[in-house]
């Protein structure tokens, strides 16, 4: 899936998510900047949320803008247990239309055992065709890897790796301290 239009704004990270033979992987680099300048370098961009910790969350933009939105999405799943479309499709809902949320300036990939979704302020909640997607500045350099390399890595953990690696070397954005979290 291209996402060329949605990296527009949102710079400075990667954050790729790899579903593959049972397995659904969402890796983020751990670089932090302010323009040109690395602040930090071991940032932890993914998590786990969820009652049972059962979704994996990456997010790109801004960190306060996404944590508010982790936290309004763990309140939807919470209303909505098991029904990671329907929670993604009502936070969206939200944050186009309510005045606080609609200023919010980050986008989210999302994943449980069955499904993958990239969710944006516009209102876009998008499920990948390929079972791969990126965000981020760095977003499609890895993208470009994983799909260019899925045919030939079987493992999703590996192959997002790999993918992010060649990230790092092409967007001065991303870095490889990266954060991986796994669902089997």
Known sequence: MNTDYLNERWRST???SVRKNGKVVVVGDGQVSAGNTVMKA???KVRRIGKDNDVLAGFAGATA???ALLERLETKLEQYPTQLARACVELTKDWRTDKYLRNLEAMLVVADK??????????DVVEPDEGIVAI???GNYAYSAALAM??????AETL???AMEIADRICVFTNNN???ETIE
């Open 136 to 138: 981020g500045s760095g």
């Open 178 to 180: 990266l954060t991986i």
């Open 114 to 123: 069955d499904q993958t979704f990239v969710l944006t302020g516009n209102g």
């Open 65 to 67: 803008d996404a944590f």
């Open 14 to 16: 990667t954050i790729l």
């Open 150 to 155: 899925t045919e030939y890595e079987a493992d």
């Open 160 to 162: 997002a790796r790999k």
């Open 42 to 44: 071991q940032t932890r």
